[in-house]
C-alpha cells in the first residue's frame, strides 16, 4: 500500500494549489445552475407532493415518533424538506461527479503528467465518449443504489459506511478509467483496473469517508432553519466537489505510477533475460 500512501501525499500537495482550487469554480457553477433552476421550477410541487404523502400514510407520525426516540425530535417541524433533500442530494453529486469526469480530469490528468510523468507515452486507450458511458453508468447505479439505503440513516455509523462502500464502488470504476484514458492502451487500462481493484476500492472508500461530511452540513441545516438550506446546499456542492478534485488527483497519482512502474517492468525483463 505504500504506492496509495504515495499517491495520497502527492494528491494533497497538488490539491491546495491554486490551479486546482479554481478548477473547482466551473463544475460548481455548473452544478448550481442546473440544479437552481430545476428546485427553484419544481422544488414547491416536490414539497407538496411530499407533504401528500406523508398525511394521507400518516408518515409524520412514524417520523415524529422514530426522531424523538433517536433524540432528534426538533426535525419533526422540517422532515419534509428532510426527506427532498435525502432524495435529491444524489442526483446532486451524480451530476457533480459527471461535470467533474468530463470536464476537470482532463485538466487533471495534463496537470498530473506534466508534473510528475512528463516521459510517459500516451497510448490512448479510452475515449471520450468511453468515459461519458461509464460516467453515466456508474451515477445511475449510485443513485439508485443511495435511494434504496436511505432508511439506514436511522443508523448514523452504518449509513456513513455504506456511503463509503458506495463512494469508493463508483469512484474506483469512473475515476480509474478517466486516470488511464489518455495513457494507457485498453489491454493495460483492463489489467490494471483489474490487476489493483482492491487499492483503487481503498482510495475510493477511504474518500467516501470524506464524502459522507458535507452531508453533515444538511443535518446542520434541518436543525438550524430551513432558510439556510440553500446556502448549506452550495456549501456541500463545493465540498462534495473539492473531495471529487482531491479524489481525482489520488487516482490520477496512482494510475501513472503504476503505469509507470509496469512498462518500465516490462521493458526490463527482456534485458534481464
Known sequence: MNGVATAWARALRA??????????????????????????????????????????????????????????????????????????????????????????????????????????????????????????????????????????????????????????????????YDALAAHASAAERRAIMQGHRWPLLAIGMASGVLGALPGLAWIGGAVLAVALFPFLAILSVWLYLLIFLFTGLWFQYYCLQVLDDMRRAATSAPLAA
Not at 443504489?145 to 469512484?171: D, K
Request: net charge positive; aromatic share 12%.
Open 15 to 176: 490539491g491546495f494549489s491554486r490551479r486546482m482550487m479554481l478548477l473547482s469554480l466551473a463544475p460548481l457553477l455548473l452544478s448550481l445552475l442546473a440544479w437552481g433552476g430545476l428546485l427553484w421550477a419544481f422544488g414547491p410541487a416536490l414539497f407538496d407532493w411530499l407533504g401528500a404523502m406523508f398525511r394521507e400514510y400518516g408518515w409524520f407520525q412514524a417520523s415524529g415518533t422514530l426522531l424523538s426516540n433517536l433524540g432528534l425530535g426538533m426535525l419533526k417541524v422540517v422532515v419534509v424538506p428532510l426527506v427532498a433533500v435525502l432524495l435529491l442530494l444524489p442526483l446532486m453529486i451524480g451530476s457533480s461527479l459527471l461535470f467533474m469526469g468530463i470536464f476537470a480530469m482532463p485538466s487533471i490528468e495534463r496537470y498530473v503528467s506534466r508534473q510528475q510523468f512528463p516521459a510517459l507515452a500516451r497510448e490512448q486507450g479510452g475515449s471520450f465518449a468511453g468515459s461519458v458511458w461509464m460516467n453515466i453508468t456508474s451515477v445511475l447505479v449510485f443513485a439508485l443504489l443511495w435511494v434504496v439505503t436511505i432508511p439506514l440513516y436511522a443508523i448514523p455509523p452504518l449509513a456513513v459506511l455504506v456511503q463509503a462502500a458506495l463512494w469508493g464502488w463508483v469512484s474506483s470504476r469512473v475515476m480509474s
